[in-house]
């Protein structure tokens, strides 16, 4: 079985998110790869990690989920990399089930396309989680296949929530439009009962600075979340992608809120049940709920976990 170091995106992260993810993808990890070691990507890992992780001998540095890449790496600072890191995971690097930083240019700088190729494993192509991506890195050389993001990889069917139900939502505070917001947020809390997650400390102040009264919002935390979710809620209804996903791995009706591309492009690729960011459009659909299936492409899935399961020096 293949030693991986993997390469954390839940540690010293302020986006619980990432927590979800990670959570999402161990299960498959766990069943066909031998953890030896675990690196932040939040920071840079200390000598003491590094030492840990030299001792152990990975064969592979998994990175797990999120949209890290981006045609400029290093101006981003998505994942912080320095010359150390760089050469301590150069040419042994996989990618699983992470995407592309919002709406950007394909353009990659020269830097960026150098890194990318530098770090990627030959044998065990990067699992990417929607079509827009696979496109990009194919056009770079870097050998890519589609897998969907795997917080969807046990997913079958959806349907959405109706009005009058219970509901979980969520604000995103780095993408705002207090206007839209305020407009949504009000319609929603004037037609079902509304608790607040906020995925992040920051989400919170946004919540209350447009409208959300404090006694309705949960504590910054998954296990709230899932709590909430499982006793409580009878619908998810929010911008945050991956607390909407969390809502359908539970098996609670749920649409996200489109805020950004990775919800976007996971209606497109996946049949994820998004809806657009306007008043108007979310009461239609709470006014007519929608039911269908998820898609996962489970071929190419099974295939990437056995080249990465057997993959061999060499």
Request: proline share 4%.
């Amino acid at each position: 079985m293949v030693r991986v170091c993997l390469l954390d995106t839940s540690l010293a992260s302020l986006n619980l998110g990432d927590q979800i993810i990670v959570d999402s993808c161990m299960p498959f990890i766990s069943k066909n790869c031998e953890i030896v070691s675990v690196l932040p990507t939040h920071r840079l890992p200390n000598s003491e990690e590094y030492r840990a992780a030299n001792t152990l001998g990975p064969d592979v540095m998994l990175f797990l989920g999120t949209n890290v890449l981006s045609g400029n790496a290093f101006r981003l600072k998505q994942w912080p990399v320095n010359r150390r890191l760089r050469n301590f995971i150069a040419g042994r690097t996989v990618m699983m089930g992470v995407g592309w930083w919002s709406d950007q240019s394909s353009e990659f700088t020269s830097q960026t396309l150098k890194f990318y190729r530098e770090i990627a494993m030959r044998g065990v192509p990067w699992s990417v989680r929607d079509l827009a991506t696979l496109h990009k890195m194919e056009s770079i050389g870097v050998e890519a296949v589609f897998t969907g993001c795997p917080t969807t990889w046990n997913l079958s069917n959806f349907s959405t929530p109706v009005a009058g139900a219970k509901i979980v939502s969520t604000l995103t505070s780095y993408r705002r439009n207090r206007k839209v917001d305020r407009e949504w947020v009000k319609s929603l809390m004037s037609q079902c009962e509304v608790f607040w997650w906020p995925q992040s400390v920051a989400d919170t102040s946004y919540m209350v600075s447009i409208g959300v009264p404090r006694e309705r919002i949960l504590s910054v935390d998954v296990r709230v979340l899932r709590h909430v979710l499982l006793n409580w809620a009878e619908g998810y209804l929010g911008t945050r992608l991956h607390a909407g996903i969390l809502a359908l791995q539970l098996g609670v009706p749920t649409a996200v809120i489109q805020v950004d591309n990775r919800t976007r492009e996971l209606g497109q690729d996946q049949s994820i049940p998004t809806v657009l960011r306007d008043s108007e459009e979310i009461a239609k659909l709470l006014g007519n709920p929608k039911s269908g299936s998820i898609f996962v492409p489970e071929t190419q899935i099974n295939s990437w976990l056995e080249q990465l399961r057997n993959w061999k020096a060499g």
